[in-house]
């Protein structure tokens, strides 16, 4: 489905309301919008008025003081978790969020305790993902915090003092470059994955409101058009599905995204030319799509094929090595072909690349088991 920015804000590609169709759709069961995503909640309140906290605070400096109050497994024990898209005051209460929930709980505190903020796109490959038979395409956010000291002699530039607060292992983070985005591109990029998220769990009616939501917010950001479009199309709308599809086209026309979910919808609407112009184009701009490898070695697997199954899958985790479910099926395969050894370190590698708890708790019990095999296996030599 996918996520990016707009670099450079530019027409909106179609008047709105041609590509809405709110009459489709049930009333969203809550409210839908950006007005609760920075509240500060009572018991947030109470966190930044405890003694610990002001200690903090007082010994470190608002920014150093909080990073330790929020981030150091202290009292809060904050964790990363991939599965929901939270605000600030449901990751506060959850205490664990995606990297969006914890940009946005960050700022919300650091906002509260008067610092500026300011929000960054990480240059990082798209991670992808599948759920509930939906790809998604994940993009990763930062953001810095601090004061600006203005009292500078005349001609000389404001320092900066602004500490960048990632969730990304520090030596991993300093790799890649940063381009800042609006609060604005936040909330909406809030909006589309919590679309996203309610399309995943069948829920169509929620998951409009939320994209068109996000749509309204920010006219010039591409990635809610394309959720917008799956929508439409898993709720049988194809010629909706093509315009929402081809406006964020419009707005990133290089989006194999956009393109690889636009070719069967042109095909279901009789536009089998073009159709297949597009499916060539896509096969130049990118050869072997995301989980290319992956469904080939799964035939192999289903075939008894363990070795070239093992192989494909090799290929994936070379190019996406922090993909939990590759490392996972690279351990079955390893397994299948009397592999233990490997199919162990694969398994670790799926629990230490696990991005939900669900995952990762049945990820530590097949390790267990895997260990307790091997370590009988051992012992019978």
């Not at 179609?14 to 069961?29: G, I, K, V, Y």
């Not at 909406?188 to 068109?212: I, K, P």
């Not at 809610?224 to 010629?239: A, E, F, M, S």
């Not at 315009?243 to 979910?261: C, D, G, Y």
Request: net charge negative; proline share 7%; hydrophobic share 45%.
């Amino acid at each position: 489905m996918g996520s990016g920015c707009a670099a450079v804000r530019v027409p909106a590609p179609l008047p709105l309301p041609e590509l809405f169709s709110d009459a489709s759709f049930a009333p969203p069961p809550a409210p839908v919008g950006a007005e609760q995503l920075f509240v500060i909640s009572p018991a947030m309140r109470a966190y930044i008025d405890s003694p610990d906290f002001s200690a903090l605070i007082h010994k470190m400096g608002p920014e150093r003081g909080l990073v330790e109050a929020l981030y150091t497994k202290g009292e809060l024990k904050l964790e990363y978790d991939a599965s929901v898209t939270r605000t600030a005051a449901e990751t506060f209460d959850a205490r664990m969020g995606n990297c969006l929930s914890l940009v946005l709980m960050t700022a919300a505190f650091a906002k509260h305790m008067g610092l500026e903020v300011q929000y960054q796109d990480v240059m990082v490959d798209e991670t992808w993902t599948r759920n509930a038979g939906l790809y998604f395409a994940s993009t990763h956010v930062n953001l810095s915090m601090g004061r600006r000291r203005t009292a500078q002699p005349q001609g000389v530039p404001p320092e900066e003092r602004m500490l960048t607060i990632d969730f990304l292992p520090p030596a991993e983070s300093a790799r890649y470059n940063t381009h800042p985005i609006e609060e604005r591109m936040i909330e909406s990029m809030f909006m589309n994955n919590r679309a996203a998220e309610a399309l995943a769990d069948l829920h169509l009616d929620e998951a409009y409101w939320w994209a068109r939501a996000a749509v309204a917010h920010l006219p010039t950001f591409a990635t809610p058009y394309n959720t917008l479009g799956v929508i439409y199309q898993r709720h049988g709308d194809n010629p909706l599905a093509e315009r929402a599809f081809k406006a964020a086209l419009t707005l990133e026309p290089e989006s194999t995204i956009s393109m690889h979910n636009l070719v069967p919808v042109l095909a279901k609407l009789g536009k089998t030319e073009e159709s297949a112009a597009l499916a060539a184009r896509l096969a130049k701009l990118e050869p072997t799509p995301p989980y290319h490898w992956f469904h080939l070695a799964m035939k192999a697997l289903e075939e008894a094929r363990y070795g070239e199954a093992r192989d494909l899958l090799h290929k994936e985790v070379r190019r996406a090595p922090f993909n939990h479910e590759f490392h996972f099926w690279l351990a079955i395969a390893h397994w299948r072909l009397g592999q233990g050894s490997e199919a162990r370190d694969e398994l670790a590698l799926a629990l230490d690349n696990s991005t939900t708890h669900a995952a990762t708790e049945r990820y530590s019990a097949k390790l267990a088991y895997l260990r307790s095999q091997l370590g009988n296996r051992q012992r019978a030599y």
